[in-house]
């Protein structure tokens, strides 16, 4: 697969005098396959995004085509004006099918429509819509047909072998940290076996590419999503028992966590801290007109899409024609046999140097899984445009990876390994210092982000990622105090205000992860991380904030008959914002939901419930001194430092 693409680099390399890897403008969102130039870059892509035939950009990529890939370009070549929508309606229907057309039927082997678990909830409206939530996963099941596998160079889709759940809606292939939530509910809903299909899948893509990537299509192929492979891990084993399976895939699963110590580490303060950082400095396919008008925003020279070295070198190889920016560039009177290379990258060459660096942020971002969030802005600002993703250590990524760090050192305890076990665990108790030193702020009494580029904790403003150390274990869990001082920190920004769940962000900029959406997955972290903490007091907060989010969830399907990816906290609905309407399904909520029916469905009621009087008083002595004396040790450490 990746033969191609050392060639090419060697020859853009070549005509661009560097001696090193490719400028970040040379970048690609996929590399290595044979019909990229059909789904990741160049002119057939930009004219068929341009032309916007569809509602959605993720349309068009997710189409197959009914040729092989140089037929289809040939042909392309040919359009006598591929700027022309009608031209364009035309070659597509001609030549493209679907979306969609990937999939068979498939009913997972192991479902069940009643598991133990609908039993234990006492509500009789909640349980009859428990026992309905489990027909969703047969909604949400896919396996790819055959056809995928033995002609992959026609579909975007990646093939792998086992059946897996998708999110729902436009989300039509897995997704990487989705799928932790997914795999929660399913093996409550007593469905191992798909779960194991699942993490099979993921494992043959760490095999096969080193790490697991945002999802399963080629043009997600160069970036990743929240590292959440080894949790899943845990957590299928914690169910079944099933430790053969993990034993033998122990090296993978390394192999996963390395890419992320290999490619996305900084290190800050003497500590190493991983953070979001794509290379790819071209437009998301998947978005692709949507990040063209987000560029458009910044001057200099002006931006000509396409990848030209790419398609000059395909051209050369095939024979065939050139590239329609060239063609304009020889108006000159120049002919194709006098044009040195050099200037045949004439068009490419001319492009804008900091639009790469926009395309890298917002794929980083997206590979946050916050796509997007005024978390990724420049301080005060709501436009796309100021996106600094790379620039950010998060503490929710750092996070997991410290939860991972522990998890494997388990994993290779139990299997004997006493060596590899004591190297995570170095790891993970040097990752939680870095986390509860640098990324806490005593004098608030919670965790933030740290902006590197100003060298300073992201503090002015709360999002819900601040929970993530406690969710993933990544603090002293003796320390009552931290819990306290975080309570009150949500509550003074107005976070527990809401009956519909507790808001990403207090900010409205128009972003889907910001006010006044609230999202599943941190729904679960934070009621997960308050429930397992040593602290009474939060375990009621847990209890409340689980009562509120299952109600809204269900009033929301009685009155809609669908689960949503979102919610709005404050009207009860399915949550807006960003570059997509707002999706049904829905993969992560139905998991979510399923595991707070499980654990706390003896006592969930169908009404909303007071959250703010199981937050314990400020005037907590204890909490004062805790700050205070944190205050002052975070200062004497900068000092020292």
């Not at 910044?298 to 065939?320: A, F, L, M």
Request: glycine share 6%; hydrophobic share 35%; proline share 5%.
């Amino acid at each position: 697969m990746y033969f191609g693409y050392t060639i090419v680099v060697v020859l853009c390399a070549f005509s661009l005098h560097v001696n090193s890897e490719p400028a970040l403008q040379d970048m690609p969102p996929c590399f290595g396959w044979p019909q990229e130039e059909i789904y990741c870059y160049g002119d057939l892509l930009h004219s068929a995004q341009v032309a916007e035939l569809y509602n959605d950009s993720k349309h068009y990529v997710d189409m197959n085509i009914n040729e092989e890939p140089d037929v289809v370009l040939d042909a392309y070549e040919q359009l006598d004006d591929p700027t022309d929508e009608e031209t364009m309606a035309g070659f597509i229907d001609y030549y493209y099918e679907g979306p969609g057309e990937e999939f068979e039927d498939w009913i997972p082997d192991d479902w069940t429509k009643d598991p133990a678990f609908i039993d234990d909830i006492n509500d009789a409206e909640y349980r009859a819509w428990a026992t309905e939530l489990q027909e969703i996963w047969i909604h949400l099941g896919r396996k790819i047909k055959e056809d995928v596998k033995d002609n992959q160079d026609m579909y975007s889709l990646i093939y792998v072998d086992q059946p897996f759940i998708v999110p729902g809606g436009r989300f039509r292939e897995f997704y990487y940290w989705d799928s932790y939530w997914v795999i929660n509910g399913l093996l409550i809903s007593e469905m191992p076996e798909t779960v194991k299909g699942m993490l099979t899948n993921f494992l043959t893509m760490v095999d096969e590419s080193g790490f697991v990537p945002n999802g399963g299509r080629i043009y997600f192929s160069r970036r990743s999503q929240p590292p959440l492979l080894i949790p899943m891990f845990a957590r299928y084993y914690n169910v079944t028992g099933d430790s053969q399976f993990v034993e033998d895939n122990l090296d993978i699963l390394e192999m996963e966590y390395n890419f992320w110590m290999t490619n996305r580490t900084i290190d800050l303060m003497q500590h190493t801290f991983n953070h979001y950082a794509v290379d790819m400095g071209m437009p998301r396919p998947e978005a692709y007109v949507e990040d063209l008008e987000t560029a458009s925003t910044i001057s200099g020279e002006v931006d000509i899409p396409g990848y030209y070295c790419y398609s000059i070198t395909r051209n050369k190889q095939r024979g065939g024609g050139i590239s329609i920016a060239i063609k304009q560039h020889l108006k000159k009177g120049i002919t194709i046999e006098d044009t040195p290379f050099e200037d045949m990258l004439w068009c490419r060459m001319k492009k804008n140097l900091r639009r790469p660096e926009l395309y890298s942020n917002l794929a980083s971002a997206c590979e946050s899984g916050w796509d997007f969030s005024s978390r990724w802005l420049t301080e005060g600002r709501t436009s796309l445009d100021t996106i600094r993703t790379k620039e950010i250590i998060p503490v929710d990524l750092n996070s997991i990876l410290c939860m991972s760090e522990r998890i494997m050192a388990e994993f290779y305890e139990r299997q004997g390994n006493i060596s590899k076990s004591e190297e995570y665990r170095t790891a993970y108790e040097k990752r939680r210092y870095a986390i509860n030193t640098v990324l806490f702020d005593p004098s608030i009494g919670a965790w933030f982000d740290y902006d590197v580029e100003n060298g300073k904790l992201l503090d002015d403003e709360y999002y819900l990622s601040s929970v993530a150390p406690v969710w993933a274990g990544c603090y002293d869990d003796s320390d009552e105090n931290r819990i306290k001082s975080l309570m009150k920190y949500f509550e003074r920004e107005g976070a527990l205000g809401y009956n519909c769940g507790v808001p990403t962000s207090m900010r409205e900029s128009g972003q889907q992860w910001d006010f006044p959406n609230a999202w599943p997955p941190l729904q679960e972290m934070l009621i997960t991380g308050l429930a397992d903490s040593s602290l009474d007091g939060a375990h009621d907060l847990a209890q409340r904030l689980a009562n509120n989010w299952v109600y809204c969830n269900w009033k929301s399907w009685s009155d809609t008959g669908h689960m949503f990816e979102k919610y709005d906290v404050i009207k009860g609905t399915p949550g807006g914002g960003g570059e997509y309407d707002v999706q049904l399904g829905f993969g992560w909520t139905n998991g979510v939901v399923i595991q707070m029916l499980k654990r706390y469905g003896d006592v969930l009621t169908r009404e909303y419930v007071d959250v703010s009087s199981t937050v314990p008083m400020v005037t907590d002595i204890s909490l004062t001194l805790f700050l205070v004396i944190h205050a002052v040790a975070a200062i004497a450490t900068t000092v020292l430092l």
